[in-house]
Structures are given as C-alpha cells and as structure tokens.
T-cell receptor
Framework: DAMVIQNPRYQVTQFGKPVTLSCSQT?????MYWYQQKSSQAPKLLFH???????NEADTPDNFQSRRPNTSFCFLDIRSPGLGDAAMYLC?????????????FGPGTRLTVT | GENVEQHPSTLSVQEGDSAVIKCTYS??????FPWYKQELGKGPQLIID?????GEKKDQRIAVTLNKTAKHFSLHITETQPEDSAVYFC?????????????FGTGTQLKVEL
C-alpha cells in the first residue's frame, strides 16, 4: 500500500564517495520533489521534476544532482558527500497541471557520512 | 523568496486540552497552506490544508484558519491525545516550474501529557 517508497531507509557513505538515493511512487503523479532535512530543522526543497523537466532551486549545491528515467522513479545523486550533507532526504510527489496539489512524502532516507 | 515563521517551537499540553500553532508568511503570492505532522524517523504526513479562497477548514479535531490580509494562518487541535505528540510543520506554497514549492516553518514540537 506504500505510495512513495524510498530506498534504502538508511545509508552510510564515506566522505567524498558518490552515493545514490532512490524514490519510487505508485501514484502516477507527474511531479516529484527532493527535500533535505537536517536534524531538528524543516525540510528544504533541493529540486523537483515536472514530468521530465528539471527545476533546480537557486541555492542547491552543484554536488547534488537528480535523474528521473520514467514517471515512477527518481534518483538523488550526491557526487562528493561532505560531513555537512548528513541529513534525512525526503522524496515527495504531487499532481501538477498548473494547480496546487497536496504533496505526499516518503519515509525518507537517513544519510550518514563518515 | 518566501519566509514562514512558526510559533511556538515547543508546546506542552495536558491530554484533552486544545493546542494552537501559529504561522506567518511573507509572500502574498502564496495561496496554498498545508500542515504536516512528522513523527520521529518518519516522513511528514499531511493532516490538513487550506487554500487562499477559504478562511477556515475543519476535519474532526483539527481546524485551520487563514487570514490573507494579515498573512497568518493557524492550526487548532481540540481534545488532544497522546498520539498527537509529534513535530508539526506549517508551509506556504506557490506554483513554480509546474509543481508547487513548499516553504516550511521551523516546526513545533507538541507534547501531550497524560
């Protein structure tokens, strides 16, 4: 019954070693979002896809990239993780079509950088 | 860009009492205001939302009010229960790039004591 699925739930990577987090959805939503949430802070939008159109936030570091090969899947790539990138990464989806629709969040992936 | 302030940061109530959380936003273009509940180690869960053409919305024990002129909105939880204990985030949203960008408040840690 899970609608937004994130794998893995916990990821440990080494400083500077590339890591990929994945998100899949069964809602057939055309918008997918990636948020970063650091400890005791609010989620912060990194970027989103509207269908295949990529929309980056102005303050998202170049170290963060994303891919969306099809409607159901979206990946977050961190090219060279630093200690400051340790956080919970949340994937969310919504309908688009030019209207404001509710966003549904996945359970998140907790990233640890050693 | 949008800035959302949220108060209080922590709130402790007795079971059965009411809880009120308040948010203000800065961008008059924002027109969708969701509230999320986040339990420890989980993704945010939408509990109620309100659009700018509505002043108040209620769903069982939860209600939200919106004052567009003053740019503030509030969450009201009545008859609180221990399972209401969690972090609550307000957010303001505008359309961007085909999706809706959520700017979150800083969160309120609600504790319902027996």
């Amino acid at each position: 019954d899970a609608m937004v699925i994130q794998n893995p739930r916990y990821q440990v990577t080494q400083f500077g070693k590339p890591v990929t987090l994945s998100c899949s959805q069964t809602l057939n939503h055309n918008v997918m979002y990636w948020y970063q949430q650091k400890s005791s802070q609010a989620p912060k939008l990194l970027f989103h896809y509207y269908d295949k159109d990529f929309n980056n936030e102005a303050d998202t570091p170049d170290n963060f990239q994303s891919r969306r090969p099809n409607t159901s899947f979206c990946f977050l790539d961190i090219r060279s993780p630093g200690l400051g990138d340790a956080a919970m990464y949340l994937c969310a989806t919504s309908r688009g079509e030019g209207l404001l629709y509710e966003q549904y969040f996945g359970p998140g992936t907790r990233l640890t950088v050693t | 860009g949008e800035n959302v302030e949220q108060h209080p940061s922590t709130l402790s109530v007795q079971e059965g009492d009411s809880a009120v959380i308040k948010c203000t936003y800065s961008d008059s273009a924002s027109n969708y205001f969701p509230w999320y509940k986040q339990e420890l180690g989980k993704g945010p869960q939408l509990i109620i939302d309100i659009r700018s053409n509505v002043g108040e919305k209620k769903d069982q024990r939860i209600a939200v009010t919106l004052n567009k002129t003053a740019k503030h909105f509030s969450l009201h939880i009545t008859e609180t229960q221990p399972e209401d204990s969690a972090v609550y985030f307000c957010a303001a949203s505008i359309l961007t790039g085909g999706g809706n960008k959520l700017t979150f408040g800083t969160g309120t840690q609600l504790k319902v004591e027996l």
